[in-house]
């Protein structure tokens, strides 16, 4: 079985942090580019950051960059997204997922998501 697993979301205020986890179970991902992506209600999956198989590089959303920050530890097989100055626009389902190692862009593991609501 594989498993990415999600975790730390939750209500918080405008202006707020959050930073959510995602431990990976039942093979190695750290040979793989890892994504976090989000999903708000009536709105369409949309990509929000990745990140290298080693962490050197990083890509981000317009909307997010300088306020999240991706990271990883690869002996945990896990990612992470640190998610400062937090606005409405930002209430999301947020998922993390792997990317193929056969297909560039294209991610074929993906978590259950975790809840982000930020209120004003």
């Known amino acids: 079985q594989v498993q990415l697993v999600e975790s730390g979301g939750g209500l918080v205020q405008a202006g707020g942090s959050l930073r959510l986890s995602c431990v990976a179970s039942?093979?190695?991902?750290?040979?793989?580019?890892m994504g976090w992506f989000r999903q708000a209600p009536g709105k369409e999956r949309e990509f929000v950051a990745r990140i290298s198989r080693g962490g050197g590089n990083t890509r981000y959303e317009d909307s997010v960059k300088g306020r999240f920050t991706i990271s990883r530890d690869g002996a945990k097989n896990a990612v992470y997204l640190q998610m400062n100055n937090l606005k409405a626009e930002d209430t999301a389902v947020y998922y993390c997922?792997?990317?193929?190692?056969?297909?560039?862009?294209?991610?074929?593991?993906w978590g259950q998501g975790t809840q982000v609501t930020v209120s004003s």
């Open positions: 997922a792997a990317e193929s190692a056969v297909l560039a862009d294209h991610y074929d593991y």
């Open positions: 039942g093979r190695t991902f750290s040979s793989r580019p």
